[in-house]
């Protein structure tokens, strides 16, 4: 038996562990205790997660369609096949038909070369990944103040602070490691105050609840700045404050207690534990990105951090919740629209010139399209998709409709792991190899750089998804010169100012290396052009009840990985809805009855569970795929600057 040093695959805790192999299968896991974030732990998707790895529907070979059918086809002819494909969509439209979705689950290594090739192969800036879903609102609120884009502080500086704001997440069941930190934080004396939509399993052990309205988080930041500068206690010089007085004097604790049904009075009091405290950190999540304010949201809560001294230093700062371990590695890879390896802009010629002289070719000027972007642009503008690692006819907000766009491409490839509903509808499917099976790394949410390691061979014909870009590159006639990835990794270092000086083998120690943090705009001064958006579907007769979408400790994202793992498929079997006690007696329905969810893209069946605890006239519908998928549900409408669909809707509910 083997047991190889590893990091978790999952969630953005960034937490290590072994993976146990004997005679080439990944038998299980076993946390590291002497990683700073694991220490003896995993959350049950780290424990189980590794189970998909030899899962009966692993792809293993590629595979070419041909009326409407699979077959299995030999690696060379399904490369020169895509190359073929690509070459001809790109000589008849131009490289900018051609679209690029990287992966928030796939390794720095592999992204930056998935970038590289989209830029000097094709010649194209269309390239994003799903954190555009997600977190696209922190890029878009903070590169203004922040380079690169990430996170001020270190998980670890909750040992060392005095309040904690945890703004819009469920820490527990998205990011354990990081829900147990918090909890033992308050044990130790900390005091933490909890905005959300929901409460959840830890919320009883916090200091402070406040539970506003749905899209009303923002009014209850800019309430508690209001408060802070009305009362004098903030930290900054009176003539830095003028301005943000001007912006947020319309927000009074009593005008925001009727925005969000929170009372002035507790507004007024998480304020002022806010301001009173010597260290303070922020931490929030996708109820505050997923949002039509998203990048208001933020950059209320940069102003918060500015205005009361807590933007950085130990035991403060501002720590993003991202939902996958590489999703801040592939912003810093360049896996973005119009940002080039380091956040840098496309725009900026000197940047250019720097990839330019790396990569030996010319790099396109213009800012490419978003996700959504390239969705919307299906049979007009875009005409073939380039899909890494990504289930889009699942993650996307109106999934049933951006299945039916895919299905509109000249041309989808997918590399993925499994047959998902998009690779069902691809042209080409190559197999990647799973984290197990190949070298590279992560980083994690607080800019932890960590290493994957090979514990196994690949299952079958399986290809690590920077080799399969390199065979792909070279037969369109551009050598990349890779070869693996230690010898991406060096390039990395070697363009990538945050990565530089880093060696392959010094990340190799338990808990890696954390990266330095951004720099930070100097003096310190306030995000003043936040503009207030209404919710994308208000609740009207039709359609009385605002729905939430909310995550589970069982799943992730799509299910992609941990609906292949029996212990964790096992777990939650039937999807549910959480309905108030009043609103379920008004319906006439009990805790288990089957009810169905509809809203004006589609209708699902879910179990009702009545809870106390959920705001009238609202209800919330855990992520799942059973009896219909819950994104079927969510309009795709997204906030203009950020580009990001919110997963709040209008929604009915009938018995």
């Not at 030899?54 to 020169?80: C, E, G, M, V, Y």
């Not at 309905?579 to 209708?603: C, P, S």
């Amino acid at each position: 038996m083997s047991k190889v040093l590893t990091s978790c695959p999952f969630c953005g805790s960034g937490c290590g562990m072994y993976l146990e192999a004997v005679e080439g299968q990944a038998l299980s896991t076993l946390p590291q205790r002497a990683h700073p974030m694991s220490r003896g732990t995993l959350c049950i998707k780290g424990w189980n997660g590794h189970q998909m790895i030899h899962h009966q529907q692993r792809l293993d070979q590629p595979l070419f369609k041909q009326d409407n059918s699979f077959k299995t086809i030999p690696w060379q002819k399904a490369i020169q096949s895509v190359s073929n494909s690509l070459s001809e969509i790109k000589s008849k439209y131009g490289p900018d038909s051609i679209g690029f979705i990287g992966s928030i689950k796939c390794t720095n290594e592999e992204n930056y070369l998935l970038g590289q090739f989209a830029r000097s192969v094709i010649g194209t800036n269309n390239i994003d990944t799903s954190a555009r879903f997600y977190q696209a609102p922190t890029l878009t609120a903070l590169e203004s103040k922040l380079f690169p884009v990430a996170a001020t502080a270190s998980i670890l500086d909750l040992e060392k602070t005095d309040n904690v704001l945890l703004v819009g997440c469920n820490v527990k069941d998205q990011l354990a490691a990081i829900g147990s930190l918090c909890l033992q934080s308050v044990n130790r004396g900390t005091a933490c105050i909890e905005v959300d939509y929901i409460r959840h399993e830890l919320t009883r052990f916090f200091t402070m609840h406040l539970q506003p309205s749905a899209e009303t988080i923002l009014w209850v930041i800019n309430g508690m700045i209001n408060h802070i500068i009305d009362s004098g206690k903030y930290r900054v010089e009176d003539a830095q404050v003028e301005k943000l007085e001007s912006k947020v004097k319309e927000f009074t604790p009593k005008a925001c207690e009727q925005k969000t049904r929170v009372p002035a009075k507790e507004i007024i009091r998480a304020a002022e534990m806010h301001a009173a405290a010597e260290k303070s950190m922020i931490l929030y999540g996708h109820s505050v990105t997923q949002s039509m304010n998203g990048t208001a949201a933020v950059q209320a809560l940069w102003n918060l951090a500015v205005l009361t001294g807590h933007v950085e230093g130990e035991g403060n700062g501002i720590l993003p919740l991202m939902i996958s371990n590489n999703l801040q590695g592939s912003w810093d890879m360049g896996v973005l629209p119009d940002k080039l390896p380091g956040q840098l802009s496309i725009s900026r010629e000197e940047n250019r010139t720097r990839f330019e002289k790396a990569w030996q070719c010319t790099l396109p000027e213009s800012p490419g399209l978003t996700l959504p972007e390239m969705i919307n642009q299906i049979g007009r503008d875009i005409r073939a998709l380039f899909i890494v690692g990504e289930n889009l006819a699942w993650s996307a907000p109106d999934c049933k409709a951006v299945e039916k766009a895919l299905a509109k491409l000249d041309l989808l490839v997918v590399q993925d792991l499994f047959l998902t509903e998009t690779a069902a509808l691809a042209d080409v499917v190559l197999p990647a190899a799973s984290f197990a099976e190949k070298n590279g790394t992560y980083t994690s949410t607080e800019s932890r750089l960590q290493r994957i390691y090979k514990a196994i061979e690949p299952v079958g014909s399986c290809k690590p998804d920077d080799e399969i870009i390199s065979l792909l590159a070279k037969e369109m006639g551009k050598n990349l010169s890779v070869e693996g990835a230690a010898d991406i990794f060096t390039k990395i270092t070697e363009t990538v100012d945050r990565y530089s000086g880093i060696d392959f083998g010094q990340i190799s120690v338990k808990g890696g290396v954390i990266l330095p943090k951004p720099a930070i705009e100097q003096p310190l001064s306030f995000l003043l052009d936040g503009k207030v958006a209404e919710p994308v579907e208000a609740p009207n007769d039709e359609y009385p009840f605002t729905l939430i979408v909310d995550r589970m400790p069982f799943h992730r994202i799509t299910g992609t990985q941990v609906n292949r793992s029996y212990t964790l498929e096992k777990e939650y079997l039937q999807g549910a809805v959480y309905i108030n006690n009043e609103d379920a007696r008004e319906l006439k329905v009990r805790t288990g009855w089957q009810i169905k969810v509809k809203t004006r893209r589609g209708e699902v069946v879910r179990r009702v569970l009545a809870d106390s605890t959920i705001p009238k006239k609202t209800i919330v519908v855990p992520v799942h795929d059973k009896n219909g998928l819950t994104q079927e549900l969510l309009s795709f409408k997204y906030e203009p600057r950020s580009k990001t669909p919110t997963k709040i809707c209008a929604a009915k509910l009938e018995s």
